[in-house]
DNA sequence: TTAGATTGACAACGTGCATTGTCAAACATG
DNA sequence: CATGTTTGACAATGCACGTTGTCAATCTAA
């Protein structure tokens, strides 16, 4: 029965999270993924050629639980903001988004372990798919600060570094929220991830229209 | 011969640098580091106890070249512009640190795979020496942005979570950048980081003086 | 009930690696 | 020169894991 197989490979990813989400994956093998699912090796490799195919199955369930809530998130926020000036449509915006990241880390920390930490240094294959996320998210804060600033592409300002900053911003933010074990309130945390948003949307204008330095003071 | 015994860490040091560097950390084994450096196996346990013991001091031997040269580049920055304003204040003072930290990334970007990458996500021990080093860097960037603002811990403003954020923008701007092959001409890179700096340095006043959003913009 | 598929526990094999040991050649030093 | 030390190449051991195979127990369906 295909239901059967489906419900072990569920067990699996379940096993998996708690596996790879707390001890790390290099520091996992398929006997204990086995063992946390309840099932043996014949039915790991039954859904999964390798653990490394399993930690990608996992990667990119939990990337699109993340997409899809984020995305949702989005459009009910700009529904209700469509009119607004820049500075509002920042904070709603990117504060739907931030929402949503920071609840799903809250809500299941093992998840940063595995999106945030691991994801980037396993092998090729893996960093390969990690790569294109990545560049997902940063396309998508990418055109969201290009709508809301569309003079900003200018003057050496390079929006793939920006946005990649912003990401960057988030994710280490989030990543150490973790490991000091949540203890910073969340909308503390929701509140200074959001000032980066802000603080770079009221410098744009002028930093699109005016002075950038183009010498970049050259250190001693 | 003691001199002999040091030569030998040193060659050993600089194989892992190679092996760790390009191929990442859980790709490498003992026997490839000593074929690396011309020597045999006996050689490595002569001064390694493990490949992590290895990494360890690979690491934390990057970490203090780097440590130096940005303490180096801020007193020598922090000479020429002890009276001026905050804005160019924080223009001389990140631009000296980033634009260390940048070079010593594109002078070998080896070392962001070892520093950036592996040191975040191999066992306990090497996370713990990660976890300290990364403190060390929030402490500096604390500081730093503290000393410019001293009115800015206020209001829900979190100063460990802005420097968390914009260590976490360069780390993520230099990974990238290193990712896709140093293509991003150097000093567009640099602007860029600084302007991060320059927009938080900008919008903090207003930040911790007037109206920080309460709620924080509920989603949906 | 009974034949065929499915499951579960676990043994078996092969591999790759860390780690230690062997031994002869090269070397330094009295 | 002679002796003890250092070096280099590599074999030997042991372990942990991935992967496949075995076999009896259980379940399913006529």
């Given at each position: 029965m295909q239901d059967r197989v489906a419900q072990r490979r569920a067990l699996l990813l379940e096993a998996a999270l708690e596996a790879f989400g707390t001890r790390g994956f290099h520091a996992v093998t398929v006997r204990e993924i086995c063992a946390g699912a309840g099932l043996t090796e014949r039915y790991f490799y039954e859904s999964f050629k390798s653990l490394e195919a399993l930690f990608s199955a996992l990667y990119l369930q939990l990337n699109d639980q993340l997409k899809r809530a984020t995305l949702a998130a989005l459009i009910a926020a700009n529904a209700s903001s469509s009119a607004w000036d820049s500075s509002s449509r920042i904070d709603v915006l990117a504060g739907a988004a931030l929402r949503v990241l920071l609840e799903f880390i809250r809500d299941d920390p093992r998840r940063a372990r595995v999106m945030l930490i691991d994801a980037i240094s396993i092998s090729h294959d893996v960093q390969q798919i990690s790569g294109q996320i990545t560049r997902e998210y940063m396309e998508l804060t990418r055109r969201f600060i290009d709508q809301l600033f569309?003079?900003?592409?200018?003057?050496?300002?390079?929006l793939d570094l920006i946005a990649s900053g912003l990401l960057g911003s988030n994710i280490h933010i989030a990543t150490h929220w973790v490991r000091e074990g949540?203890?910073?309130p969340f909308d503390v945390v929701l509140r200074n991830c959001l000032a980066i948003y802000q603080a770079l949307g009221a410098y744009w204008p002028k930093l699109a229209a005016s002075t950038m330095p183009d010498k970049p003071t050259p250190a001693a």
């Open positions: 569309p003079n900003a592409a200018s003057r050496g300002v390079d949540l203890k910073t």
